[in-house]
């Protein structure tokens, strides 16, 4: 269905709040690896490898898979973090790969990320209110110092922070605290998507709640679109109204997270599901485990066909021959790559 | 009276830190018996590592046993030489660990390393130790366990040095393995296969393993009781169905309606646990988890509760001590 939105012309002066808010087509982002003296390339890591996905405005998109499976890579290819490879995104209509960059720059003020520690890469002896300001800077959205401060103010309020605390350092804060500036700093820039990189997963767990909560308030009061990224597929369950499964640099599976969650297509994804651990000792006691063989494939040789049949339990010879494409089971809205779904 | 395994009897730990001193490990008590699976559930800073530590007499060099009893077979630990200690963990107890990477040592092959127990602590000479390696390989389900003991630590993927770890904390058969968040660093499809593991060696050699996690789904699945610990204290206590079932205390009542669960069909907004988990070096007077509890009376911030019985297991709550029932307030969080 996507492809015939691409191939129709779909373009900035067409596009309309109706179509998908991000539409992204064949995407690969591949990593040179280098070996040797000459640092010669010898091999390319396909962290990300002919990806199709939609976001639909106002919707939250799950992305899991397993580490290593090119979910961040995605992620950011979509954001254009990272320049990928190949392919096509398109954001509002507007392909943001073939975009300058006084274009990418307009575009930039519509989007954000909030990362796993918003405080890794930034320097800590700026204070919260530099933090959270900063995007109002690059963007010049404040006219005067004051108006700054005011609108800094502002987005601490809305993640829950006091605004005493623009002038405190970041390591005077706990985890949770933490990533509360990063989401300030995140809508600083009063975005349309924010792609949220497993924003709670170095969080205790008494904390994850909070900002798990915090992200569905602001998605409703600014009509936010989240692709939110994650490991832990209760919460993405949780949080999601589509979740997307990612395999070795290849989405394998999307569908609403309530029917993904109850019949599952993907033997990867039925797998992913049966493995996580529910809190329940009378459920999980009594629940079938669907075991799988063996390690994660190679993102630099990946197996020929379908990438998961070298771990898959119902591999036929057919799965080693062609790779399956994600519209080979087709039930409405739900899609998955594989030959011999679980039904 | 029949002997516990292992049997902690007032523990205290403390670490003496440049900016104090952190009561890491504050009164704690529980026993093990030979093949169980006991959970210590609690978040970081909660003093469920320093207790394992503290039984493995592994502490940082700013930790102490200040006080308290630890008694393994029988035998005091406490009062052991380092040389004494150095013998019981070699053959009796084991402990593995969230990195496996870090316990492995990259210069040597990892069947030597796997074998190297028995030299030192069995006197078994390089050839025959190699040959346990290869059969421990086995048991944990590496697979070309032959070709594998040659290689080095580097070439293993996460969870093929978890069980390379597992394999060396097993290979002089330890009656006592302690497991610190053994699967936390793992994927989810890899820790099913780990955890399926540990169940399998509890069940077939009779060890007893401690199973120390953050994970409520994992001490679910695994573990015969579960203990909770906050602020460096044991909260809750019983067996995992009884304190999932009707949990007594608040913390684990708030921690098992904070996180979302696979199977829950809804989309309601999930039961916060307000505040941030406690600063050990500023702890909150009375009850420790008290600023944060949606059930807390006038009392708990003046005295502290002892662990007492509530419906069939250990809690530390006025308020469940009191008779009320958790699971009854609708409405509270």
């Given at each position: 269905?996507?492809?015939?939105a ?29 070996s ?8 390319q890591v ?8 939609t ?8 992305l ?5 499976c ?8 979509i ?13 509002k209509?507007q ?21 796993q ?6 320097d ?6 530099d ?18 401060q005011?609108?800094v ?8 922070l006091a ?8 390591h005077?804060?706990?985890g ?11 809508l ?7 792609v ?9 767990v ?15 009061k ?7 990224i ?7 369950k ?22 993904l ?41 990946p197996p ?7 771990r ?7 799965c080693a021959e ?20 679980l039904? | ?65 200040d ?6 077979k ?6 052991f ?5 150095e ?21 040597y092959?990892?069947?030597?390393q ?5 030299q ?38 996460g ?25 936390t ?8 296969q780990?955890?399926?593991l540990l ?10 393993t ?18 909770v ?5 044991v909260?809750?206590?019983g067996?995992t ?8 205390h608040?913390?684990t ?6 996180i979302?669960r696979?199977?829950?069909?809804d ?29 807390a ?13 509530v419906?069939?297991?250990l ?7 009191a008779?009320?029932s ?8």
């Amino acid at each position: 269905m996507p492809a015939e939105a691409v191939a129709s012309g779909l373009s900035a002066s067409t596009w309309s709040a109706a179509d998908p808010l991000v539409e992204v087509r064949r995407l690969t982002t591949w990593f040179p690896v280098r070996s040797g003296v000459l640092a010669r390339t010898v091999g390319q890591v396909r962290a990300v490898d002919g990806v199709d996905l939609t976001i639909r405005q106002g919707e939250t998109l799950g992305l899991v898979g397993e580490s290593g499976c090119g979910k961040s890579t995605l992620g950011r290819s979509i954001l254009r973090l990272i320049e990928p490879t190949s392919g096509e995104v398109r954001f509002k209509g507007q392909d943001m790969l073939r975009m300058g960059p006084a274009a990418m720059r307009r575009m930039r003020r519509d989007m954000a990320m909030i990362f796993q520690d918003p405080f890794g890469s930034l320097d800590p002896r700026q204070t919260v209110g530099d933090i959270v300001g900063e995007p109002l800077e690059i963007h010049h959205l404040a006219r005067t110092r004051r108006q700054r401060q005011e609108r800094v103010r502002e987005l601490l309020d809305l993640v829950g922070l006091a605004s005493s605390f623009v002038d405190r350092y970041p390591h005077e804060f706990s985890g949770g605290q933490r990533q509360r500036v990063g989401i300030a700093r995140a809508l600083a820039v009063d975005p349309t998507f924010i792609v949220c990189d497993e924003p709670v997963s170095a969080l205790d767990v008494s904390i994850q709640a909070q900002i798990i909560n915090l992200l569905e308030r602001l998605q409703e009061k600014f009509n936010l679109t989240y692709l939110f990224i994650a490991h832990d597929l209760s919460v993405v369950k949780h949080i999601s109204d589509r979740i997307a499964v990612m395999y070795v640099g290849k989405v394998v599976e999307v569908s609403s997270a309530r029917e993904l969650y109850q019949s599952p297509q993907h033997p990867y994804t039925g797998s992913l599901l049966s493995a996580i651990p529910i809190p329940d000792p009378t459920v999980e006691r009594g629940r079938e485990r669907i075991l799988l063989k063996g390690d994660v494939a190679s993102p630099v040789n990946p197996p020929s066909g379908c990438r998961f049949r070298t771990r898959c339990f119902k591999a036929q010879p057919r799965c080693a021959e062609s790779e399956p494409p994600l519209d080979t089971v087709r039930l409405g809205d739900h899609l998955a790559a594989c030959y011999f779904p679980l039904g | 009276m029949s002997l516990h395994l292992l049997e902690l009897d007032d523990v205290h730990t403390n670490l003496t830190l440049k900016a104090g001193v952190v009561r890491a490990v504050d009164g704690v008590s529980f026993h093990v018996d030979a093949g169980e699976t006991l959970g210590i559930v609690g978040e970081s800073g909660s003093g469920k590592s320093m207790t394992a530590l503290s039984i493995m007499r592994l502490l940082p060099r700013s930790g102490r046993i200040d006080s308290g009893a630890i008694r393994f077979k029988g035998r005091e630990l406490t009062g052991f030489s380092e040389d004494e200690m150095e013998e019981i963990r070699g053959t009796e107890m084991a402990m593995i660990f969230q990195d496996p990477m870090t316990s492995l040592n990259p210069v040597y092959r990892t069947g030597w390393q796997v074998g190297e127990p028995l030299q030192i602590h069995r006197g078994t000479d390089v050839r025959a130790s190699l040959a346990a390696a290869i059969a421990m390989f086995k048991k944990v389900g590496i697979p070309e366990a032959e070709k594998r003991v040659a290689q080095y630590p580097h070439v293993f993927s996460g969870g093929m040095s978890q069980r390379a770890m597992i394999a060396m904390g097993l290979t002089t058969s330890p009656s006592l393995l302690i497991a610190d968040e053994p699967t936390t660093a793992l994927d989810v499809t890899i820790q099913a296969q780990i955890l399926d593991l540990l169940r399998n060696l509890n069940r077939d050699s009779g060890m007893a393993t401690i199973l120390i996690t953050h994970n409520l789904g994992v001490v679910a699945g695994i573990c015969d009781r579960v203990i909770v610990m906050y602020a460096g204290r044991v909260v809750e206590q019983g067996r995992t169905e009884d304190v999932f079932a009707h949990p007594e205390h608040p913390y684990t009542w708030s921690l098992l309606h904070s996180i979302p669960r696979l199977d829950a069909d809804d989309r309601e907004p999930l039961k916060v646990i307000e505040g941030s988990p406690p600063d050990m070096m500023r702890l909150p007077s009375g009850c420790k988890f008290q600023p944060r509890c949606p059930f807390a009376v006038e009392r708990c911030d003046k005295d502290e509760p002892e662990l007492r019985d509530v419906r069939g297991h250990l809690a530390r709550c006025w308020v469940t001590q009191a008779g009320t029932s958790l699971n009854g307030s609708v409405d509270a969080g």
